[in-house]
Each structure stands twice: as structure tokens, then as C-alpha cells.
Nanobody
């Protein structure tokens, strides 16, 4: 059984930065596609960024391109999301996710989810 635990959320002012971390236990982590989703109140959960198993392919949603950076460390069984130039509209619960396929692409539901971490950006 794969467990994903997020950390690093919090309250930050607009223009600030946060780094989210997700630690994984169980499963063949190094072969999984990984990603970060977010869900704001009243909105659907959306894919923010994803990274394939070998870290040579990354996806970013349009509104995050250039501000967010996803990375992974297979030795530490971790995936990260560096968020810079944060905006109030980035306020949401951020979820770590993993796919048993080597990539996690938009429209493909992950196999495993974390419980989420709250990110709040004040104006």
C-alpha cells in the first residue's frame, strides 16, 4: 500500500514562496508518475504539475508555468513543488498524487492520493 504525506503548506503573502514536500512509503516509487493537484473552495480539483518517473518530462498547468517547479528525489522517495510569485488565487488545498504508470498526465486519474496541505495566499 502506498502512502503519501504532504508538508510545507501555510500562510504566505502575495508574491511570496512556499515549497511543498511529499514523502512516500510503500510501492515502487521510482517507477511512478507523480503530481500535485489543488482544489479551491467551490472548484474542481485540478492538476497543477506532474513529473514522469525519470524526471525528464514535466507538465505544468498554464497558470503555473514559470512560477511553479516540480522535482523528485527517488532516493528520498519524495516529490516537491516549489511555488514562487504566489497569488491569492493560488489559495487551495494541495494534494500529492502518484500513478503506477510512469507518467501522470492531465485526464488520467492517479492511483494514490495524499490527504492534502492547505496553502493560503493573502493579498
Amino acid at each position: 500500500q502506498v502512502q503519501l504525506v504532504e508538508s510545507g503548506g501555510g500562510l504566505v503573502q502575495a508574491g511570496g514562496s512556499l515549497r511543498l514536500s511529499c514523502a512516500a512509503s510503500g510501492g515502487a516509487f521510482s517507477t511512478y508518475g507523480l503530481g500535485w493537484f489543488r482544489q479551491a473552495p467551490g472548484k474542481e480539483r485540478e492538476l497543477v504539475a506532474s513529473i514522469n518517473w525519470s524526471a525528464d518530462q514535466k507538465y505544468y498547468a498554464d497558470s503555473m508555468e514559470g512560477r511553479f517547479t516540480i522535482s523528485r528525489d527517488n532516493a528520498k522517495r519524495a516529490v516537491y513543488l516549489q511555488m514562487d510569485s504566489l497569488k491569492p488565487e493560488d489559495t487551495a488545498v494541495y494534494y500529492c498524487a502518484a500513478s503506477r504508470f510512469r507518467s501522470l498526465l492531465p485526464g488520467s486519474p492517479p492511483d494514490y492520493w495524499g490527504s492534502g496541505t492547505q496553502v493560503t495566499v493573502s493579498s
